[in-house]
T-cell receptor, first 118, second 115 residues
């Protein structure tokens, strides 16, 4: 199992550019989430998904879009990058509450994408 | 709304000593879960331990234990016999037990283990 993978690891954008951060998991997890981590702060939830075709907003959704067309993939789109979006982005996944026989408590995190917007 | 507070921005401990990292939380939910994550300088998030609000015993995982005091709304992490490799940022987090995994994180504590 590769676990949760994220690409790219590093990215530099200019203000106004758009891009997609990729996230994939091979554990058949129902739940997937995107968080951002700013210096001196804990992670904050951007968007999350409880299954293919179902997404919802987290604490800081503005400026980001998501979609979940498959169980495995959960891309995060920056529509028009701003310097305030300079951050480290983490994707995470976990089993859903309806998956029997496993702990649905642990979230598995990807390695992160460090994004700088100039 | 849920909130996590970690009041220790940084801690310095001698190797082999035990260390307690503080975490207090606020929630109106009756069922919730509490987590601790470790983030070394390499940046990845490593799950350490979980405590459910209805668990009667404190969670333990190897050298890690969670001192859960429900009435005081605290969930402190205790690391016994600290090692140099324990130097890292530590985050306390919580979520509702049911439903999507929407974690709320504290600001973290930077732990430094001195030889």
């Amino acid at each position: 199992n590769a676990g949760v993978t994220q690409t790219p690891k590093f990215q530099v954008l200019k203000t106004g550019q758009s891009m997609t951060l990729q996230c994939a998991q091979d554990m058949n997890h129902e739940y997937m989430s995107w968080y951002r981590q700013d210096p001196g702060m804990g992670l904050r939830l951007i968007h999350y998904s409880v299954g293919a075709g179902i997404t919802d907003q987290g604490e800081v959704p503005n400026g980001y879009n998501v979609s979940r067309s498959t169980t495995e993939d959960f891309p995060l789109r920056l529509l028009s990058a701003a310097p305030s979006q300079t951050s480290v982005y983490f994707c995470a996944s976990s089993y859903g509450a309806l998956t029997s026989g496993v702990s649905y408590n642990e979230q598995f995190f990807g390695p992160g994408t460090r994004l700088t917007v100039l | 709304a849920q909130k996590i507070t970690q009041t220790q921005p940084g801690m310095f401990v001698q190797e082999k000593e035990a260390v307690t990292l503080d975490c207090t939380y606020d929630t109106s939910d009756q069922s919730y879960g509490l987590f601790w994550y470790k983030q070394p300088s390499s940046g990845e998030m490593i799950f350490l331990i979980y405590q459910g609000s209805y668990d009667e015993q404190n969670a333990t995982e190897g050298r890690y234990s969670l001192n859960f005091q429900k009435a005081r709304k605290s969930a402190n992490l205790v690391i016994s016999a600290s090692q140099l490799g324990d130097s890292a940022m530590y985050f306390c987090a919580m979520k509702r037990v049911r439903g999507a995994q929407k974690l709320v994180f504290g600001q973290g504590t930077r732990l430094t283990i001195n030889p």
